[in-house]
């Protein structure tokens, strides 16, 4: 996969994770650009889950903008 394809998922990702996480901040999206884990544990801290459900939970929505 090319770097613009990663760039723009990572840019469509972001609009739904917004959407789905109103506490993820711009700053969070930021600092965890395209970076998976980061994006997890910003996820897990701030809505309290553990990072495997974080994961799971995220994967679902990325899953879901492909359907």
Do not use: G
Not at 8 to 26: F, G, Q
Not at 49 to 57: C, G, H, I, Q, T
């Amino acid at each position: 996969m090319d770097t613009s394809t990663i760039k723009e998922e990572w840019n469509d990702l972001k609009a739904s994770i917004k959407a789905e996480w109103n506490e993820i901040t711009d700053e969070d999206l930021k600092n965890a650009e395209q970076n998976w884990d980061k994006m997890v544990d910003s996820i897990a801290l701030k809505y309290e889950l553990s990072k495997m459900e974080a994961s799971d939970r995220l994967e679902q929505l990325k899953a879901k903008m492909k359907s």
